[in-house]
């Protein structure tokens, strides 16, 4: 028995020691890169200007074109993310001004995502590999339930998000491989390849949000020129009045909810296709940066 007691232990020492060690290599590779994905190139990165941040959700990613922000002369880049809920979009910001990035203006999508307080655990856990190194971080996750398992079991975080921040994804960043989502600009265009033309939105309500009000505060304190807007979706939507109740709460939150008319325009009832998200990107630029100067455009040779 005392053997027995004696064995175990080992293995669980043992085991302990191999956590700790798959720990460390997985969160220096992480520490490492800063090509795979918007999180990494932002948190291993310099300090940056623009002149234009976006941020939000796929709502953001799929709608707000770089490249014409670009051709009117705003240094821009596209940080919505798909999948992403608000509390993903203030600490990516928090991120950015701990980096001492100098910003003018940020466009917030704030629509859909003000229905939660929730993480987007896919999205939330490329955040996790710096949960030891960043106060930041650190402190943006400390509420959530599950925290001391993430913090204080090693390697358990990199298990439980296998499928974001895995052996695979490891892997790929050990071998610095590059995804999309850091061309053009950040900007995702979506196909003509109609998805789901019908959405039904009436279970959703729009609530004070804590992470737009962390949003607002950081803006406010760093003299960033917050744009909250509200994105297009379908005609064929129940529940419309979302939008509605959401201006009662923000009524600085410009509805856009409608700018765009026609299925044409629609990869799927809530996001709109590479047609349509030009147009809705040149309806904000002629209504927030009508004094830009366009950049010159060289002829071919």
């Known amino acids: 028995m005392k053997q027995f007691l004696i064995f175990t232990v ?17 969160t220096t590779v992480y520490l490492q890169a800063s090509n795979r994905g918007k999180i990494d190139y932002v948190y ?47 600490l990516l910001l928090k991120l950015m001004v701990e980096r001492n990035y100098t910003i003018k203006n940020i466009i917030i999508e704030t629509d859909l995502n003000l229905s939660n307080e929730e993480r987007s655990d896919a999205v939330a ?47 790929n960043s050990i071998k610095s491989e590059p995804t999309n989502t850091l061309k053009n600009g950040g900007f995702y265009a979506l196909g003509n390849k109609k998805g789901n033309m019908k959405n039904d939105i009436r279970a959703l309500k729009p609530i004070h949000n804590k992470y737009y009000e962390e949003i607002k505060q950081i803006c406010a304190n760093n003299n960033i020129n917050l744009i909250a807007v509200m994105t297009p979706m379908c005609s064929n939507t129940k529940g419309l009045d979302y939008f509605e109740k959401a201006n009662k ?16 325009y ?36």
């Open 125 to 171: 856990a490329k955040f996790l590999p710096y949960l030891h190194q960043s106060t930041v971080v650190k402190n943006h996750f400390a509420g959530e339930n599950d925290f001391w398992q993430l913090y204080c079991i090693p390697f358990y975080r990199y298990v439980k998000f296998d499928a974001s921040i895995g052996f695979r994804e490891m892997y």
């Open 44 to 90: 291993n990165s310099k300090p940056r200007n623009y002149d234009v941040v976006i941020l939000g959700s796929s709502r953001a990613n799929n709608h707000f074109v770089t490249q014409l922000f670009q051709e009117e002369g705003l240094k821009t880049f596209n940080y919505g993310m798909s999948g992403g809920h608000l509390f993903e979009a203030s």
């Open 266 to 301: 629609f990869s799927s009832c809530g996001h709109m296709n590479d047609a349509g998200a030009r147009l809705f990107t040149a309806t904000i630029i002629k209504d927030f940066f009508p004094l830009t100067k366009p950049l010159q455009r060289k002829s071919s040779q």
């Open 249 to 264: 709460i923000y009524p600085e939150i410009h509805n856009y909810e409608n700018a765009v008319q026609g299925d044409h």
């Open 10 to 26: 080992k293995t669980l020492v043992l085991l302990f020691l191999l956590l700790v060690v798959l720990d460390f290599m997985y």
